[in-house]
């Protein structure tokens, strides 16, 4: 069975960093992009980052530019998302997905091939 689990959410003051894990079970994430998503309460599901497995090309949503970096561990079999300069705007369940067509992941294509559970981050002081 193809699982992702997330972890390392928590809660955090704003201005704070998180490292969220994305591990795979069951699949290598070797020939998989990997994304992760973010869902608020009340809001529309948002892509944050991904990543390509052929070369590691990332892509970044221009609200966490320069902020979140997405990195992956073939070896772990585990994808991070480092979270840096956090702020209140960024509380959300994080989600991150598999899928081998980059392109469907950097559009957040609803049905990509396998979903975490996610993680819950809130940043408040």
């Known amino acids: 069975q193809f699982q992702l689990v997330e972890s390392g959410g928590g809660l955090v003051q704003p201005g704070g960093s998180l490292r969220l894990s994305c591990s795979a079970s069951?699949?290598?994430?070797?020939?998989?992009?990997i994304g992760w998503f973010r869902q608020a309460p009340g809001k529309e599901r948002e892509g944050v980052a991904c990543?390509?497995?052929?070369?590691?090309?990332?892509y970044y949503a221009d609200s966490v530019k320069g902020r979140f970096t997405i990195s992956r561990d073939n070896a772990r079999n585990t994808v991070y998302l480092h979270m840096n300069s956090l702020t209140p705007e960024d509380t959300a369940a994080y989600y991150c997905?598999?899928?081998?067509?980059?392109?469907?992941?950097?559009?957040?294509?609803?049905?990509?091939?396998?979903w975490g559970q996610g993680t819950l981050v809130t940043v408040s002081s």
């Open positions: 990543i390509r497995s052929s070369d590691g090309e990332t």
């Open positions: 069951g699949f290598t994430l070797d020939h998989y992009a």
């Open positions: 997905a598999a899928d081998r067509d980059y392109a469907r992941v950097v559009a957040g294509v609803r049905h990509l091939e396998v």
